[in-house]
């Protein structure tokens, strides 16, 4: 059964509601979602093999300690880049393998359209990173991406999600664990979240 990690941090709620707000523009939502995602990212990667390794200080010879794991950073684009850009900030030696999708709005089924994954991807972890989980047919189908291309452990970091998009994404993928922001009270009748915070890729870039 999937673990669903929904963020008790009092930073993520203060900045979720300003995050909302019809009223925040462009480069304040750029800031949120990048505040948001740090924490997130922090949570997310709170279990991380580490190994050992040697450190002279000034003063003496010692042992500190890396991290063990190849962590890649999977943006769904386009919303999920300034949660990208974010925590490549936190782990700048994460990969990052940028995914196309957008949502039909006729059939809200999600089409692929870009895919930068290396011929073989080698990560240990990857963490796909998408701030709205709605219906879940874009996160269930990046996650389907990765799985065939060999990616064995696989973590969900989203924003705002509805519950929805958390049934269908627990379903398909039982095995992965979903670190959120907040989970909100359900989908409209055109598919978007409620209270939700409108289109996550055009409050980041000035679309509309
Ligand atoms: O859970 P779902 O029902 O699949 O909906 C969520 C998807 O919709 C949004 O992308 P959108 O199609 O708006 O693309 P964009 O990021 O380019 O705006 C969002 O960023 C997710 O990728
Ligand atoms: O509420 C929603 C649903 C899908 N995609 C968004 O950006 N917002
Ligand atoms: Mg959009």
Same mark, same amino acid.
């Given at each position: 059964?999937?673990?669903?990690?929904?963020?008790? /941090?009092?930073?993520?709620? /203060?900045?979720?509601?300003?995050?909302?707000?019809?009223?925040?523009?462009?480069? @304040?939502?750029?800031?949120?979602?990048?505040?948001?995602?740090?924490?997130?990212? =922090? @949570?997310?990667?709170?279990?991380?093999?580490?190994?050992?390794?040697?450190?002279? %200080?000034?003063?003496?010879? %010692? %042992?500190?300690? @890396?991290?063990?794991?190849?962590?890649?950073?999977?943006?769904?684009?386009?919303?999920?880049?300034?949660?990208?850009?974010?925590?490549?900030? *936190?782990?700048?030696? #994460?990969?990052?393998?940028?995914?196309?999708?957008?949502?039909?709005?006729?059939?809200?089924?999600?089409?692929?359209?870009?895919?930068?994954?290396?011929?073989?991807?080698?990560?240990?972890? *990857?963490?796909?990173?998408?701030?709205?989980?709605?219906?879940?047919?874009?996160?269930?189908? #990046?996650?389907?991406?990765?799985?065939? *291309?060999?990616?064995?452990?696989?973590?969900?970091?989203?924003?705002?999600?509805?519950?929805?998009?958390? #049934?269908? =994404?627990? #379903?398909? /993928?039982?095995?992965?664990?979903?670190?959120?922001?907040?989970?909100? @009270?359900?989908?409209?009748?055109?598919?978007?979240?409620?209270?939700?915070?409108?289109?996550?890729?055009?409050?980041?870039?000035?679309?509309?």
């Amino acid at each position: 059964m999937a673990v669903v990690h929904v963020s008790a /941090h009092p930073l993520v709620r /203060h900045k979720v509601a300003r995050l909302r707000a019809a009223d925040t523009k462009p480069p @304040e939502f750029r800031d949120l979602v990048a505040a948001i995602s740090r924490v997130l990212f =922090l @949570e997310a990667t709170a279990d991380l093999p580490l190994r050992p390794v040697p450190v002279r %200080t000034p003063l003496a010879d %010692t %042992t500190g300690e @890396e991290i063990a794991a190849r962590v890649g950073l999977v943006p769904v684009l386009r919303a999920g880049l300034g949660m990208a850009d974010a925590m490549l900030q *936190a782990l700048p030696e #994460a990969s990052v393998w940028h995914l196309g999708l957008y949502r039909d709005h006729a059939t809200l089924k999600p089409v692929t359209y870009y895919n930068k994954l290396p011929a073989q991807p080698d990560m240990d972890v *990857a963490l796909v990173l998408d701030p709205m989980l709605a219906t879940g047919g874009s996160a269930v189908a #990046a996650i389907d991406i990765l799985k065939k *291309a060999g990616i064995a452990r696989v973590v969900f970091v989203g924003l705002i999600a509805a519950p929805e998009g958390i #049934a269908a =994404l627990v #379903a398909a /993928h039982p095995d992965v664990p979903l670190y959120l922001a907040v989970r909100d @009270e359900k989908l409209n009748d055109i598919g978007y979240i409620l209270p939700g915070l409108g289109d996550a890729g055009d409050r980041q870039f000035g679309t509309r």
